[in-house]
């Protein structure tokens, strides 16, 4: 248990409506990821911190932004969520430069009407 | 760009038996991480088994154990003495060992069912 909780767990929502998603963590990692899994395509980066207000963008981070104001808290948006966006949505750590393995939160499924 | 192919979308095996799911990648660099992670019908992702490409010898966690084969870019997992309790998704992935920003995700193969019989 690598101290991931996200929330919501589950989320119904409405084409057009921003949406935000929380990633917590209580061991102070200065990395942390989120990621979308969806059939067929295993999981894939949408973005990532490598510290306070520090981000990247990943492979599909078209739709999405992140804000990450304190080290444990990991926000990630939906401006406007759409029918494409639904999937299952996985926040990650990585404990530190000295890890190559990232461990993973419980997931969000989000469903965008 | 790299990529990470899992050919086997199912695989089943009966309990005590073993099993071998393949994994293939594709890289142009030579140091680099491979990672096998399961998915129970729970969702979360858990790590089962790491290798570093730099390391000749095959990593091993109990019942599990890697056929890592770096010149034909191969990273099988092999499941030993298979219990009810191994039957999930397992996903192959792939890791840059440079620091860049740009370089920090995981690669992810679309993941090979395992089907665990009594």
């Known amino acids: 248990d690598a101290g991931i909780t996200q929330s919501p767990r589950h989320k119904v929502t409405e084409t057009g409506t921003p949406v935000t998603l929380r990633c917590h963590q209580t061991e102070n990692h200065r990395y942390m990821y989120w990621y979308r899994q969806d059939p067929g395509h295993g999981l894939r980066l949408i973005h990532y911190s490598y510290g306070v207000k520090d981000t990247d963008k990943g492979e599909v981070s078209d739709g999405y932004s992140v804000s990450r104001s304190k080290t444990e808290d990991f926000l990630l948006t939906l401006e406007s969520a759409t029918s494409s966006q639904t999937s299952v949505y996985f926040c990650a750590i990585r404990p530190g430069r000295s890890y190559n393995e990232q461990f993973f939160g419980p997931g969000t499924r989000l469903t965008v009407l | 760009a790299q990529t990470v192919t899992q050919s086997q979308p199912e695989m089943s095996v009966q309990e005590a038996e073993t099993v071998t799911l393949s994994c293939t990648y594709d890289t142009s660099e030579s140091d680099y991480y491979l990672f096998w992670y399961k998915q129970p019908p729970s969702r979360q992702m858990i790590l089962v088994i790491r290798?570093?490409?730099?390391?000749?010898q095959n990593a091993t966690e109990n019942r599990f154990s890697v056929n890592f084969q770096k010149a034909a870019k191969s990273f099988s997992l092999k499941i030993s003495d298979s219990q009810l309790g191994d039957a999930a998704m397992y996903f192959c992935?792939?890791?840059?060992?440079?620091?860049?920003?740009?370089?920090?995700?995981?690669?992810f193969g679309t993941g090979t069912r395992l089907l665990v019989s009594p």
């Open positions: 290798q570093e490409a730099y390391k000749q």
């Open positions: 992935a792939y890791r840059s060992a440079r620091e860049n920003t740009g370089f920090q995700k995981l690669v």
